[in-house]
């Protein structure tokens, strides 16, 4: 049996070393460009490590299993009556337990920590309508186009006019409903300047698939000038 | 078919309770059936559009003809009444009320004497379980089709073959049909099958509510489809119809209300069925702590299924209502709140995920124990960690709703027993392949299925602790990753499981054994193409692709376009399984009664089984999976002449 432990440790690190390759060869997120989605990219790879493990394992012995105990059809005998094995089923049952706990309180840090507004965030309205994005900066300052200073926090406060919208950047790895009737939030804190899609992810109608905006992160002199521009 | 042959005595030696109508024709249009089904319906319908004419008009409502109302009411609740009394599936009870004798052991309508009577209503549990299974494969072939169609849309981005809301509309009715149309009753009906079997008992507790329960679901799918047909096109909010969209979506969108409330109610009384049946018609013997894993499953199910499904039924109603009535449960300018929707939805369509696995977890469970010729590893601890889903299964609902702007403390609480249900599907993931260590492996269909399943379940039950964790979910929710996942569990999960059951009973269903090498090159298709078409999705879901889209991103064209080309192949290796099993069904070797020597007791009976199971009941002795455990047994078939002895 030793040597069969050997084997199926074997078949679990190969299985194990090409599911890390796909996860690290592919780039499976987009460049993070906010500080918010630095975080989320974090408990991502504690999630992937987690779970190349229980993916090797599992298929690890069921490949295992069958190749070394598989009989032919006219095999007429039975395996061995093992009911169960309690001190198992006990730490089947914690590992997991505690494996998932430690994602949950990970992810409760991050979520905290992404919802907490700094001093003074920019403030921007967004306003979904079918099939356009309307940025509020000011009384005076209303835009198509998403643009953010770099490095300065910005407090989206969300809401629609018609039906339920999502405003999502994949690069700032947030994302919220526009929600008609009530006022949405969400903190982005963009950490390099580019160019950016906001997309809508909640299905809004038959222009749903359309409803993109541009999004520019530019320097925080630059936003100034755009915002004097606005304003003229 | 062979139980055409068994059955054919208990015609005569029952005759029915009442005198059939005489001659060919009057038979023909005044007996139940689908001819009479056929005109019944028109009727109703004509009667329901008159009293809605009648109505509007007696109080001078302008315009007296207003086509949603009329299609709403005469064509979806009338008219499915007058099909289902007149293929016959009120007439013992309206006797019964009509005062007229009724004879309580009326066996007309049980058991299959030819193939026209799968085409009526017929109480024989065995008989429903086929066409359960023959309906929601029918389903599963337009829902397919359906996701072909819209796959050849998005191999390239931009719009090709179809406009937008045609594209919403084969997206929404694709999903709608698996889920409520397949997957659901495709369990319902293996369960419909095996259960009565498995607890020794003739047949389910109320064989009339059964048959009913299954004339409910054409008249789903025949709605569902339908909407295609209606004035702007089919419903193409989602399956998940989230209000305020639904709201103003075109007349297609009626059709989806009023078809899940069809729907909704069919799986209510089966539910309702299983309950009572696992309940009160156990055979002498059969504790709950001897019962099959699958019979467990079906029992947690059934509850979920009583307890969460009239959630459903009752937003898409109060959808409807917006809509028709211009109430406002969900429209914000009348003061209705747009997030109720989605909580209401959710607490049913949660719970709903495990309706659509649990049966699933119950089959491998059969399979994997049967051909590894072990007991169930830890079954007391399977049968807990099912109880385990089930009251947890309640309380994730708001993990759909991270990003829906809901209450923010709701959040954390939602995402701890989200995670928390990992523990109980992780048991059940571990005693599986605990029960394959050390036993003797028959590499059959069924178990290729059971074990594609195993390891496919896997991938969406990690897929799925990202999504329970609130910041990654932030990322990747409402993306082609959470098309990923919910592909890995319903279809490399309840589907894969489906097809375990479909070929582990098929020699019992049928009494002719399926092409085991067609079996197996229907495996290693599906499983190669299943992997080709969903695992990339989880890849341009999180780079930024949008589900529910027709156009996408240049830059996703490539992966879409192999995302494609793998889904045509799936779609290909179906019709290996649908030739397989029709051309097994009519002409395939006779089976043997029990082909895999499993223990559990619908296989202690001949294959097919006789018309009411056994022919003399059955006394349980001991657990089912009692592999390798010498001279124990689950029953004993005739308690008279040997004593029973107790085990377990």
Redesign the interface.
């Known amino acids: 049996m030793r040597k069969g432990i050997v084997q199926l440790v074997a078949i679990g690190v190969v299985i194990g070393v090409l599911v890390t390759l796909v996860a690290v060869l592919?780039q499976?997120?987009?460049t993070s460009a906010s500080e918010e989605?630095d975080?989320?990219q974090d408990?991502?790879w504690f999630?992937t490590v987690?779970?190349i493990a229980?993916?090797s394992l599992?298929?690890a012995?069921?490949v295992f299993?069958?190749w070394k105990?598989?009989?032919p059809?006219d095999?007429?005998?039975?395996?061995?009556?093992?009911?169960?094995?309690t001190g198992?089923?006990m730490a089947?049952?914690a590992i997991?337990?505690v494996l998932?706990?430690a994602?949950?309180v990970?992810?409760?840090v991050?979520?905290a920590r992404?919802?907490e507004a700094g001093n003074r965030p920019l403030e921007v309205q967004a306003i979904g309508q079918q099939f356009t994005w309307k940025f509020v900066y000011s009384d005076d300052v209303t835009s198509g186009e998403l643009v953010l200073p770099v490095g300065q926090e910005a407090r989206f406060t969300?809401t629609s006019v018609?039906?339920?919208h999502?405003f999502?950047v994949?690069?700032f790895?947030?994302?919220?409903?526009a929600?008609?009737?009530?006022e949405?939030t969400i903190l982005v804190t963009p950490k390099r300047t580019g160019e950016f899609?906001v997309?809508?992810?909640?299905?809004?109608?038959?222009?749903?698939?359309?409803m993109r905006a541009k999004a520019r992160v530019v320097t925080q002199a630059e936003f100034d000038d755009w915002l004097q521009e606005q304003r003229a | 078919m062979t139980a055409t042959h068994q059955a054919s005595s208990y015609g005569d030696e029952y005759p029915a309770h009442f005198e059939p109508p005489h001659g060919p024709t009057r038979q023909l249009l005044f007996g139940p059936g689908l001819v009479r089904g056929g005109w019944m319906a028109g009727l109703f319908f004509v009667l329901g559009t008159l009293l809605i004419l009648g109505l509007r008009w007696w109080w001078s409502w302008d315009p007296v003809w207003e086509t949603e109302i009329v299609l709403a009411i005469a064509g979806m609740v009338t008219a499915p009444i007058g099909f289902l009394a007149g293929i016959g599936s009120f007439d013992y009870w309206l006797h019964y009320i009509s005062g007229r004798p009724t004879r309580p052991e009326d066996h007309s309508g049980h058991g299959a004497r030819s193939w026209k009577d799968y085409f009526r209503v017929n109480t024989d549990h065995k008989v429903i379980g086929i066409q359960y299974l023959v309906t929601t494969f029918f389903f599963f072939t337009v829902g397919g089709l359906l996701a072909m169609f819209f796959r050849a849309e998005l191999a390239q981005p931009g719009l090709q073959f179809v406009d937008s809301q045609t594209f919403n509309g084969l997206v929404s009715v694709h999903a709608t049909l698996m889920i409520f149309l397949f997957v659901i009753p495709a369990f319902a009906g293996l369960a419909n099958f095996a259960v009565p079997l498995m607890l020794g008992a003739p047949d389910m507790a109320f064989p009339r509510l059964n048959a009913l329960s299954f004339w409910l679901l054409p008249v789903a799918g025949v709605m569902f489809l339908a909407s295609f047909l209606a004035p702007g096109g089919a419903f193409g909010a989602g399956w998940t119809g989230y209000a305020p969209l639904a709201e103003g979506q075109p007349l297609g969108q009626t059709f989806f209300n009023m078809g899940v409330q069809w729907a909704g109610a069919s799986s209510i009384m089966t539910a309702l069925n299983f309950l009572v049946t696992i309940i009160t018609m156990r055979a002498p013997g059969m504790t709950f702590w001897r019962m099959p894993l699958l019979v467990w499953a079906n029992f947690t199910t059934s509850l979920l299924v009583v307890i969460a499904t009239p959630f459903i039924a009752g937003s898409q109603f109060f959808v409807m209502f917006d809509r028709i009535l211009h109430t406002s449960f969900f429209t914000p300018e009348g003061g209705g709140y747009v997030l109720g929707y989605q909580h209401i939805f959710w607490f049913y369509s949660h719970p709903a995920v495990y309706i659509m696995m649990l049966p699933g977890f119950g089959i491998v469970s059969e399979v994997i124990s049967a051909m590894s010729r072990k007991p169930i590893f830890g079954y007391r601890l399977m049968a807990l960690s099912l109880l385990g889903i089930l009251v947890l299964g309640f309380s994730v609902w708001a993990h759909h709703m991270f990003v829906a702007g809901m209450a923010d403390w709701l959040r954390v609480p939602m995402m701890i027993t989200t995670l928390l249900i990992a523990i109980p599907t992780g048991i059940k993931v571990f005693s599986w392949i605990a029960t394959l260590w050390r036993g003797r492996i028959h590499l059959t269909t069924p178990m290729l299925f059971a074990l594609g399943f195993v390891t496919m379940f896997v991938i969406g039950g990690l897929s799925g602790i990202y999504l329970g964790s609130v910041p990654i979910d932030i990322h990747a929710s409402d993306t082609y990753f959470i098309v990923a996942h919910i592909h890995y569990v319903l279809f490399g999960g309840s589907v894969f499981t489906i097809f375990a059951g479909v070929y582990y009973w098929f020699p019992k269903m049928t009494g002719r054994m399926y092409d085991e090498r067609l079996g197996k090159i229907h495996f290693w298709l599906t499983f190669v193409s299943f992997n080709a078409t969903f695992f990339p999705m989880h890849y341009v879901g999180l780079r930024g692709m949008p589900r529910r889209v027709f156009d996408y991103e240049a830059a996703f064209g490539d992966l879409n376009f192999v995302i494609t080309i793998a889904s045509f192949v799936l779609g290909v290796s179906f019709i290996v399984f649908v030739y397989n099993i029709m051309l097994s069904w009519v002409r395939g070797p006779i089976a043997e009664s029990n082909p895999w020597r499993a223990r559990t007791l619908e296989w202690q009976v001949s294959s097919p089984p006789p018309i009411f199971n056994f022919d003399e009941i059955p006394q349980v002795v001991a657990g089912p999976y009692e592999y390798g455990v010498p001279g124990a047994r689950h029953a004993v078939m005739s308690p008279a002449k040997e004593a029973p002895e107790v085990h377990a």
């Open positions: 592919f499976w997120l987009p989605f975080r989320i408990i991502y999630a987690i779970s229980i993916f599992v298929s012995v069921v299993s069958v105990w598989r009989v059809a095999d007429d005998e039975d395996g061995p009556p093992i009911h169960g094995h198992l089923e089947w049952t997991p337990a998932v706990i994602i949950g990970v992810s409760a991050v979520l992404n919802g969300m018609d039906v339920v999502a999502w994949p690069n790895g947030q994302k919220m409903d929600v008609p009737g009530i949405t899609t997309v809508c992810t909640e299905l809004c109608g038959f222009g749903h698939a359309t």
